[in-house]
């Protein structure tokens, strides 16, 4: 006599429904399971691979890294081989060429931040509030300058980063750019969305053990049809 009862309506309903929920879950989630198994392989062989010797310079990237490019400079003058451009503290040598000599740091001198620049004969003047700063002959330092005619200053315009002759100078706010190696951990543990990166990856690995717990719960419910 045969005591083994059918199944009910309501329990193949719920093992159909969960072996769907399965295939379409394990469908979603492939792109992830291949992109963490080969971004983690390849930082695996980071120094085979040189990831952290290769850097990517996708200026979108960069700028969402917080590596934007600096706004408009405060001005740009010429003395004789050297081009003098000025942002917010500082005051940067250029030759004309484009190479950067050398930046000089005026946080500590000014009152605020550099307004405008200018030259006056031999000298670069920079304007921050109401004072003005005069450049020595050699223009390694700026002190206040008392003007007696601020009229024979010669005051350049602002001048935007993409100025022919600057690239040194956005070359040296964004350095050489983002290794590969960064770009792929942030990837790989979500840190390149931001604080709610780390959380959707832990999201997506607590989806994956949800979906393996339920691969074994269809596969013993299948190995106990097939014995039955």
Known sequence: MNTLQAPSNGSRGARRWLRRGHRWAGLSLVVFILFLSLS????????DLKLDSRYIGW?????????????PYAGMVSLGSMV????????????????LV???????????????????????????????????????RFEYWEAKRRGEVAWSA????????????????????????RLLLDLHSGRVLGKSGPWLMDAI???????SLSGLILSRVRNRQKQN
């Open 205 to 211: 690995a607590a989806f994956l053990i949800l979906l």
């Open 102 to 140: 050398e930046t000089i740091d005026l946080a500590a001198t000014l009152p605020g931040a550099i307004e405008r620049i200018g030259r006056v004969g031999d000298h670069a003047v920079i304007q921050s509030g109401q004072a003005l700063y005069r450049s020595d002959e050699e223009i390694t």
């Open 40 to 47: 983690g392989m390849a930082l695996n062989h980071t120094e």
């Open 158 to 181: 602002e001048v935007l980063p993409a100025t022919d002759g600057l690239e040194a100078l956005d070359a040296a706010w964004r350095g050489p750019g983002l290794t590969a190696e």
């Open 84 to 99: 003098i451009v000025a942002d917010d503290y500082r005051v940067h040598l250029l030759l004309a060429s484009g190479e």
């Open 59 to 71: 200026p979108w990237l960069l700028d969402a890294y917080g590596m934007e490019e600096p706004g």
